[in-house]
């Protein structure tokens, strides 16, 4: 049982008895623990059964704290390696132990000094049993030195060091943790639900399968589920890309995310818990903390090489000088930790510089693929195009009756009652000629197919081709041309009758986005050669489309299928890819590509099968995404040469007699410090 043993405001130790029991899923419990409401910090302590919780108290609460823990799903968890985490406490104590090496007769020293080395002393010991050369041996190798001389002062010295040095790298550590959960928290939004018989309204979070949630016009759509009363005209561009909205009603499944545009709605919520957008985004929080790049990979094995090689320096050294101080010099410099440490924490500090600036990275490995693409694949809808639409085509059947400035202050007087895109759109043109209201009669508004009115004692209908034919018997034969022609420019086309007669149509087409190519052509600054379009538009329109904004190549009519296919020839050409896009289809291709990209308004899968998601709707992001990845880089490789060049010099300079055992241990640790207060100043450059 979970249980707390000490709080105080904004803080809480907690006892889990699962770390004694499974301590392997240590790190597994961190990233947990970071991605609750509120938490600012956390530190754990496997052999103890101990979890010390930092959190914001206006945010969330010990008992709300616990109750998440309580529900955690250890048969989620997964094993990694946890390295014992260090607290102000453990300083002092180490303070004490160096006085007492000051004070107490010699005999006596070795007690404090021997009982607070000795985790260090047992941690070497089980590496070295295990057969595995880590910074921890010569760690205890040089401490062990000190200790069998009889000098308690140096050792309790080098210890208290090791422990400064640990702490302070695990402070910096954990800072950067806090920065990135803190911009990645979910939220919750208010909702309102049948319980009981009684309209409640409760928090999304508290959504369970089974509630019926009540939807009006602006609601966010919280839980995927099925329409049980009501009609409504629902926006799925978060969903689709498609900027239309379609109509729901009973029977229809309706998908997390997405917004009533129109209409009242009851629905049944049949996918939350586990399945809701809250645990996405700690799925979200979960893999970007725990992802593993190849340069961390590279330079995790290259810190375990330096440490034979410092071994192997420290043996040559005595052998030539038999001097036990020069030895335990040399094995106190080790490259280990900045080597290993700076990398994730320079990954970390541009994630959550990017998350500033409306892009979430998730992990190492999306910044270290997006340094090296070469070639950017463009979704069309909802991507290079804006949800809403443009009027490009208004067309007068009746120019006598209805000309075409006449028609578009028609229809804009009447489409203003309307809070559908193609109604805006149309308002919007009208407004941007200036074009006068036209008195008219009540309006009335048909779901998901278009408006009734009357204009000078004439009845009058906006809508689809299906309602006016359908409903009103209206005859599109001796206009198939004309309509022919717009839908094969790829129009989404208005059409207006008056008495029975069909007088006009409106031709709306996608909105490009305006900083389009001017964000294509940042990225050519930047290294990208290959810009590709991907459209399910016909061949002229895409090529309109790909001269206009200065593209390479493009595919048209494009299915799912045939955007893998893409986008594995152009890897088999050798190329590295990019891939931006945001509809639920477009899962497999995010997935394919090198690094995948979701726009803000994507479907949830997209999000999920994305290496990074842009967080504001413009595609800035995605240069400022190239910029950071390949600063990334530079920092991380600049660290490595910094450390390698810096611990060489103290190597050299302990090898030669230069420095006590005290001196090494406190250059190399001020010099690993440095290199990771150096990456995590990457968090605020640039503003």
Not at 37 to 60: C, H, K, M, N, Q
Not at 115 to 123: A, G, K, M, R, V
Request: aromatic share 4%; net charge negative; proline share 3%.
């Amino acid at each position: 049982m979970i249980v707390v043993v000490h709080r105080l405001p904004g803080r809480i130790r907690v006892r889990v008895p699962q770390l004694r029991t499974m301590p392997d899923c240590a790190a597994w419990l961190k990233r947990q623990l970071l991605s609750f409401p509120g938490v600012t910090g956390t530190r754990l302590r496997p052999e103890a059964r101990s979890a010390v919780i930092t959190y914001d108290v206006a945010a969330t609460s010990d008992e709300q704290l616990l109750a998440k823990l309580r529900s955690l799903d250890w048969a989620q968890r997964t094993e990694g390696e946890y390295e014992t985490e260090y607290c102000g406490g453990d300083n002092l104590l180490n303070i004490g132990g160096l006085a007492l090496s000051q004070l107490l007769p010699k005999k006596w020293a070795a007690l404090p000094t021997l009982l607070l080395t000795s985790s260090t002393l047992s941690e070497g010991a089980h590496q070295l049993a295990l057969r595995k050369l880590k910074v921890e041996v010569l760690d205890a190798l040089a401490l062990g030195l000190s200790m069998a001389r009889g000098d308690y002062r140096t050792a309790m010295l080098t210890q208290s060091l090791l422990t400064l040095g640990e702490y302070m790298e695990q402070q910096t550590s954990r800072h950067s943790d806090a920065l990135l959960a803190s911009l990645m928290q979910p939220r919750e939004h208010p909702v309102w639900v049948e319980r009981d018989g009684q309209s409640v309204e409760i928090q999304s979070e508290a959504l369970v399968n089974g509630d019926v949630m009540l939807l009006g016009p602006g609601d966010n759509i919280p839980a995927d589920g099925t329409v049980i009363r009501g009609v409504g005209l629902i926006n799925q561009a978060s969903m689709t890309g498609e900027g239309v909205p379609v109509r729901r009603e009973v029977g229809a499944w309706i998908y997390a995310g997405t917004q009533v545009q129109d209409g009242n709605i009851a629905v049944r919520a049949e996918r939350v818990g586990d399945d809701s957008s809250t645990a996405n985004i700690r799925r979200f929080i979960t893999d970007s903390l725990s992802q593993r790049s190849e340069t961390q990979k590279v330079t995790q094995e290259m810190a375990d090489r330096r440490v034979a090689i410092t071994m192997g320096v420290g043996a040559a050294v005595f052998a030539m000088t038999r001097d036990w101080q020069r030895l335990a010099s040399v094995f106190l410099v080790d490259y280990s930790c900045a080597l290993k440490l700076s990398t994730p924490i320079a990954f970390k500090s541009i994630m959550y510089r990017a998350a500033r600036n409306g892009l979430l990275l998730k992990g190492g490995r999306a910044i270290e693929q997006l340094a090296a693409v070469d070639t950017v694949v463009f979704d069309k809808t909802g991507t290079l195009t804006h949800g809403d639409m443009l009027v490009t085509d208004v067309v007068s059947f009746d120019p006598e009756r209805t000309w075409a400035e006449r028609l578009l202050a028609i229809a804009a007087s009447v489409e203003e009652h309307s809070n559908h895109p193609l109604a805006r759109a149309v308002v919007a043109a009208a407004e941007h000629h200036e074009l006068p209201h036209i008195n008219h009669g009540e309006v009335e508004y048909v779901i998901a197919h278009g408006l009734l009115s009357e204009l000078d004692d004439h009845q009058m209908v906006i809508g689809s081709r299906h309602f006016l034919s359908c409903h009103y018997d209206i005859d599109f034969a001796p206009y198939a041309d004309e309509i022919a022609e717009l839908e094969q420019q790829g129009r989404h086309l208005l059409f207006i009758g008056l008495d029975n007669q069909l007088v006009g149509m409106i031709g709306l087409q996608d909105n490009v986005r305006e900083e389009a190519a001017q964000v294509i052509a940042q990225l050519r600054e930047h290294g990208i050669n290959n810009v590709v379009l991907l459209t399910g538009d016909k061949a002229e329109k895409a090529e309109q489309l790909a001269a206009e904004l200065g593209i390479d190549r493009f595919y048209a009519q494009a299915t799912p299928e045939s955007k893998v296919e893409v986008v594995r020839q152009l890897q088999e050409q050798g190329h590295r890819v990019l891939f931006v896009g945001d509809g639920i289809n477009d899962a497999p291709v995010l997935t394919q590509a090198n690094v995948g990209l979701a726009m803000n308004q994507s479907t949830e899968l997209a999000q999920q099968a994305a290496d990074a998601v842009l967080l504001q709707d413009h595609l800035h992001g995605i240069v400022a995404a190239r910029e950071l990845s390949l600063e990334a880089m530079k920092l991380v490789n600049s660290n490595i040469r910094l450390t390698e060049w810096v611990n060489s010099s103290i190597m050299l300079a302990a090898a030669l007699g230069w420095l006590t055992p005290t001196a090494s241990a406190l250059l190399h640790n001020g010099t690993t410090l440095g290199v990771l207060l150096r990456s995590l100043a990457a968090k605020n450059a640039g503003k």
